[in-house]
């Protein structure tokens, strides 16, 4: 197994009684598409926002490529590539498709290349802005404005706006969540390309088991702060502790 991106300590967090994460171990590889998977409450958008740095831990540590960023505020992981989407929908509506993409690619080419002149930087993040809406399947609706896509549309551009910050690990809560199955799936295969293309190494929540178990490959189960199984999907879909913990719902 290659070394991991991300790796996690006896991570504890709680919010009063409310234990998110009880003594978490765990390890990101590269490429390896994880969902993590969960009832409601579990802890998993706390997850995300302890790793991401929105959210201080209560103890343990965090490891990034093997550097302690435990206390980085989250603009320092996002420079070294620790990136993430929210579970709501998170993009301008008024601007155009394309412009959406192309402010972080700017912010990100003003950063790192100030030795470019003005318009070789911008025809630079021209061509990567067309390059990523590209990749999400969105060059089509690039004039559009963001609020005239579909839901599912708005999803993906999220997508790639979050790769406009050249994320080495983005994590993208519940990416599908208000889509019906039939955009749930298009989204979800649209990530598993993007996956297999090696263009980001992707952590995502999600709810649609069917999903989940075809398409990841490797599925957390949290359940009250606790990992309760992690492993391949078919491995995971039969543990009985797993199935235990969705009793009564109509996921598995
Ligand atoms: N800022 C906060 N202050 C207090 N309690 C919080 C806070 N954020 C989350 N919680 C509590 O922590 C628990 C875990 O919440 P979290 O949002 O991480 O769950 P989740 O697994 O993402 O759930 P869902 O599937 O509904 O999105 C819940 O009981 C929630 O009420
Ligand atoms: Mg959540």
Do not use: W
């Not at 490797?218 to 913990?245: F, K, T, W």
């Amino acid at each position: 197994m290659s070394q991991p991106l991300l790796s996690v300590r006896g991570l504890y967090k709680a919010f009063g009684k409310v234990v998110t994460a009880r003594d978490l171990d765990i390890d990101f590889h590269p490429g390896q598409l994880t969902s993590i998977i969960g009832p409601n409450g579990a802890g998993k958008s706390t997850l995300i926002n302890v790793l991401t740095g929105a959210l201080p831990a209560d103890q343990g540590r965090i490891l990034f490529q093997g550097r302690d960023i435990t206390g980085l505020p989250v603009h320092q992981r996002v420079q070294m590539g620790l990136c993430r989407s929210f579970q709501v929908v998170n993009v301008f509506p008024g601007l155009s498709v394309f412009h959406n993409v192309q402010i972080p690619v700017l912010a990100l080419a003003g950063r790192g290349r100030r030795v470019l002149g003005s318009l070789a930087r911008e025809q630079e993040a021209r061509r990567e802005t067309e390059r990523i809406l590209e990749m999400v399947g969105l060059a089509d609706k690039a004039s559009q404005p963001a609020s005239a896509l579909s839901h599912g549309d708005q999803r993906l551009l999220e997508v790639g706006i979050a790769l406009a910050a050249r994320p080495r690990l983005l994590f993208l809560d519940e990416p599908t969540a208000g889509m019906n199955p039939v955009e749930r799936r298009e989204i979800l295969a649209g990530i598993q390309r993007l996956s297999r293309q090696g263009v980001t190494t992707f952590v995502i929540v999600e709810h649609d088991m069917d999903i989940v178990f075809s398409l990841s490959d490797r599925v957390i189960v949290l359940h009250r702060g606790d990992i309760i199984c992690d492993g391949e999907p078919s491995a995971v879909q039969c543990d009985p502790q797993v199935r235990e913990c969705y009793l009564g719902e109509e996921v598995l």
